[in-house]
């Protein structure tokens, strides 16, 4: 049996991944709550918010990418939790408002027009298959990678 040094250490996911994790919750809940502030609509200013915070995400990554590809499939965890943080913050909020909407004297033809019309259905259904699809072809980018990115 020989026993080869590692050539860096191993990095701690935990200590990595969950501030990084509790920082979007944070920041995508102050997002859903000026929405909801402001009227309830995904206008611009939703928007250059999002923004702000995919921005925060590349600096994070940035900063931390030399560390996290020490964690196995660290990348890809990394882009799953930004995945599931934004999109489902927007998710719950789309639902509560239709849900709020349903609980009013309205038809389920004014509901549904309300969920798919409006300014709902970019960031619940597109934003989702877009990126969803991107993190897939990550996922399997990994997957063939035995978890390490290069």
């Known amino acids: 049996m020989s026993t080869t040094p590692q050539t860096t250490s191993p990095a701690n996911a935990r200590t990595l991944l969950l501030p990084y994790t509790l920082g979007l919750i944070i920041a995508m809940a102050i997002v859903q709550i000026?929405?909801?502030a402001t009227g309830g609509e995904v206008t611009i200013l939703s928007g250059i918010l999002t923004a702000v915070v995919a921005f925060g995400i590349v600096v994070w990554l940035w900063r931390n990418l030399r560390v996290l590809k020490r964690v196995r499939f660290g990348v890809?965890?990394?882009?799953?939790?930004?995945?599931?943080?934004?999109t489902t913050s927007?998710?719950?909020h789309a639902i509560v408002r239709l849900m709020a909407a349903g609980a009013v004297?309205?038809?389920?033809s004014d509901i549904a027009r309300a969920a798919?019309?409006?300014?709902?259905f970019g960031v619940t259904v597109v934003m989702s298959a877009l990126w969803g699809l991107g993190l897939l072809i990550h996922l399997i980018g990994s997957v063939l990678g035995?978890?390490?990115e290069d």
């Open 116 to 120: 798919l019309g409006g300014s709902w």
């Open 90 to 92: 927007y998710n719950l």
């Open 76 to 86: 890809a965890i990394a882009h799953v939790i930004a995945f599931v943080t934004v």
């Open 105 to 108: 004297d309205r038809t389920a």
């Open 34 to 36: 000026v929405i909801a």
């Open 146 to 148: 035995r978890g390490w």
